[in-house]
């Protein structure tokens, strides 16, 4: 028997990865990580091994990780501490004695300028360390990240970023999801996979999706990005936070959330999900 643990399992991507395990490994042999276990009841409710463990409590990972075997660990969202937190997970897999671990990590990893960039190097760097049997999953863009602000892009008629007519390799949560899971079950270990979309789009091409399936005249305006800072800070956002957004977008522009090597479909064994898939989901809200 083999038992495989996902950290960060309440979370988005979490619970879809714990549903493509669902299909593959018994329930009884999945472990699911929360800080809050009962958030996590309807999988309890499965069968699923569901056990509280807090990237900032050392002891609560370490009895959490009793007995497991493999681990997929899912980077978390406390930007700045993610270091020292990984650093704990990767530390109890360790002393736990577990045979295979994967990360969530970043497009292109030490080649990104992107500025979430350093948290994953920096967590690629303590598992190469570690000695611990591992692979990274280096994570493209969730094309969701996109398609969440449509409704205020219906109504304006503008879809903002300074992207240019750069290419975004998106994926949905869902692709990434199984892609994780797959390489939770069946992963060696050795291998860095780049993770992202099988097809790419430009912002044009975004806005013009849109405007097809919904019936309303969307268009593209792209800003510099310290304009684009200014438009995201004026939506609400705190302006570290919009500075993060637009000094991305910008960045995205020059390629790095780019990627044509379809090793996520690879990985996953199933094509990954147009974006006008997702367009049409969150157009149906
Ligand atoms: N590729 C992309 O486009 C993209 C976009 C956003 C984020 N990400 C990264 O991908 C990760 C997964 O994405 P997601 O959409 O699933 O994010 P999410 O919904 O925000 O989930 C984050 C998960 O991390 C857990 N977590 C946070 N702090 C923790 C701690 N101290 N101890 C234990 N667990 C902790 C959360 O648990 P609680 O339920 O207890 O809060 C939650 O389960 C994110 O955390 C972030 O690192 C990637």
Known sequence: MTTYAVTGATGKLGRLVLNELLQK???????????????????????????????????????ALQGVDRVLLISGNAVGQRERQHGAVIEAAKAAGVSYLAYTSILKGDRSRLALAPEHVATEKLLAASGLNHDVLRNGWYSENYTGGLAQSLESGKV?????????????????AAGAAAALVNGK???VYELAG???????????????????????????????????????????IAAMLAGTSALSGEGELYDDS?????????????????????LKG
């Open 25 to 63: 490994v018994e329930a009884g042999d999945i472990v699911a990580l929360a800080r809050d276990p009962s958030a996590l009841d309807e999988y309890a409710a499965k069968g699923v091994q569901v056990r509280r463990a807090d990237y900032d409590d050392a002891e609560s990972l370490a009895a």
């Open 160 to 176: 903002f970023g300074a992207v240019g007519d750069g290419r975004l390799s998106t994926a949905t949560r869902a692709d990434l």
């Open 198 to 240: 099988d097809e790419s789009f430009t912002m044009a091409e975004f806005a013009a999706e849109v405007s097809r399936q919904s019936g309303r005249q969307v268009e593209y305006v792209n800003q510099s990005e310290g304009e684009y800072a200014k438009t995201l800070e004026g939506a609400g956002l705190p302006p570290p």
């Open 262 to 282: 379809k090793s996520l479909s690879r990985l996953s064994g199933r094509p990954t999900t147009p974006i006008r898939t997702t367009i049409g989901e969150a």
């Open 189 to 191: 270990g050795g291998d």
